[in-house]
């Protein structure tokens, strides 16, 4: 199933999404998670298509081609969810998915603006979210490691305990690390 890559101009900016499926099926938004995009969901929002719905997966604030700039508060992230839905679906309600971060907005979504949500299911929502002190926002600094350390667990390195000692250095044994190598 063909989805095509639209724009919508909302409040905050232009942003984008795939839109596919059945046009005159069950409006249905998909939200990602972090750091996913609509993309990486194609088998899915294409399952989604096959089922009778029409699908509408955009990128998020702060992921490109959206617009990257915040605010990143759940008000304002919501927000955009909300302006989307007007936009795309006015005066008829959605079905709303959200995975992973998108699952925290699509709760969001359901407390603030009930009467624009018919259904919702999130899957893989975070098990916790702390609440900040105040607002805040992913610096490209934060989102750089993340996004390093999950490289790093792919390519196959482990976290190290938080018991683990490292050896110690000797007169005898100058590079102790080299002799643990590969010991785990």
Do not use: N
Request: charged share 20%; net charge negative; proline share 13%.
């Amino acid at each position: 199933m063909e989805f095509e890559h639209v724009t919508f101009d909302l409040p905050h900016g232009t942003f984008h999404a795939l839109q596919g499926g059945d046009p005159d099926g069950r409006p249905t938004l998909v939200l990602h998670g972090f750091p996913d995009h609509p993309p990486t969901a194609k088998p899915f929002l294409a399952e989604l298509g096959r089922r009778g719905r029409h699908v509408v997966a955009p990128w998020l604030r702060g992921h490109a081609p959206s617009p990257t700039a915040g605010p990143f508060d759940f008000a304002s992230l919501t927000s955009d969810v909300l302006a989307l839905i007007d936009r795309w679906s006015p005066g008829r309600a959605v079905e709303l998915v959200g995975h992973d971060w998108g699952a925290l907005l699509t709760y969001d979504a359901c407390v603030t603006a009930p009467e624009r949500i018919e259904r919702a299911v999130t899957l893989a929502p975070p098990t916790h979210v702390p609440e900040p002190a105040a607002p805040c926002s992913a610096t490209p600094e934060l989102v750089y490691g993340a996004l390093s350390t999950a490289a790093k667990r792919l390519d196959g390195h482990r976290p190290r305990s938080r018991l683990h000692r490292p050896p110690q250095r000797t007169e005898a044994d100058p590079e102790p690390e080299r002799a643990q190598a590969g010991r785990t």
